[in-house]
């Protein structure tokens, strides 16, 4: 009896080293296939990057991070579904991704149901931390506030007095439209918006936009088009000779080197953009670092901006649980409030109280320059936040 006693507690032991050994599990959530797969891939790189980065350096609390991944199809549905999929049977510890807005509000919304930490790295509505905020939820990519008031400015800068508002119809367009609006009266007070359209999300063909806009008198367009919906509309409107009259003002990152590579020649003149990486403007050592390993990572010199995105948001992910000492999802949130972490470009704060973080964007009008095939941004200025 003694000695099953002793061979029990044996156990118990042993068990006890397995289940502190037992790897610390982050589920990533972006589009891989379909129009979204222009940023959703490149963000899983980047996550990806972190995760071996973390690992080789002994993980995190020592202990193994392992990678649970699955694409979010850029559907609401779907990726609340297989959300819940990633916390109740694979078991992860905490939620990083989702790309779209609508599908970020999603994610929150299951992240609050089943108690897990969910970081949203790219989905910029401002109801993520206003109106749907929970204790849960955190942010680190920009917001359609922050983005609408640089565009305002943007609207100022050049002097456009009579703006067309382009949005696409769903969560971001929608607070986007917001929140240049709201910045309109003190940052641009003599513009005002002659016409606003909103295409659906995912929309390909835009031949009955395009001739609205050309007609109704503005010098200035404002736009979150992203992705594949700003590359449908150039190749559309720019034999119309659209871009020759109007100065595209652009949230959206459509600045980014996936964008610009992608249209190489085809990338009309008259756009001023954002994006929240540019390869070839590493703003100090550490930049430089990190877009030289995702070069290698990727075996390209020319990197994709969303991977930016993806990397950060493992580096919150790692800091906010060393801090906190803990799997457990409230401990994880509590260290994550006020959290400031050294990221490729510069350091990062998530606020407190709105669980945003400071993140700054490159913003600036993209130019020809001698002997390359796509634009570049210049001047390029790198604008941040304060709260």
Known sequence: MKRLLMLMAVGVIFAGEALAQEPIRIGAMYPLTGGGA????PALAGHQLAI??????GGIMGRKVESIERDDKMNPSAASATMKELITKDKVHIVLGGLSSAVGLGMSEVSKQEKVVYLATIPKSIQITTTKLHPLV????????IEGDTMAMLVAKYNLKNLCH???????????????????????PNAKVVLTLKPKLGATDFNAFIPQVMSAGCDGVVSGLWGPHFVSWVKQASPLGFFKNVKWISGGEIA????AGELKGEYPDNVVANTYELWYHAIDDGHRAFQQALAKKLGTPETPQWALLGYNGVLFAA??????????????????????????VGPQTIDAKTHQANTGQFWGPMVKKPGKDYRV???????????
């Open 38 to 41: 222009i940023y959703g891939v």
């Open 166 to 188: 382009l949005q696409l119809d769903y969560a971001y367009g929608h607070d986007l439209e917001a929140g240049v609006l709201k910045a309109l009266p003190k940052r641009a």
């Open 52 to 57: 071996e980065e973390l690992n080789r350096r």
């Open 319 to 344: 800091a906010a649980i060393e801090k906190a000492k803990s799997l457990d999802s409230d401990k994880i949130a509590a260290a994550l409030e006020g959290l400031t972490v050294k990221t490729p």
């Open 138 to 145: 955190f942010r680190i990519a920009s917001n359609t506030d």
């Open 377 to 387: 941004m210049e001047p390029v200025e790198f604008l941040k936040p304060t709260f």
């Open 256 to 259: 980014a080197h996936e964008i």
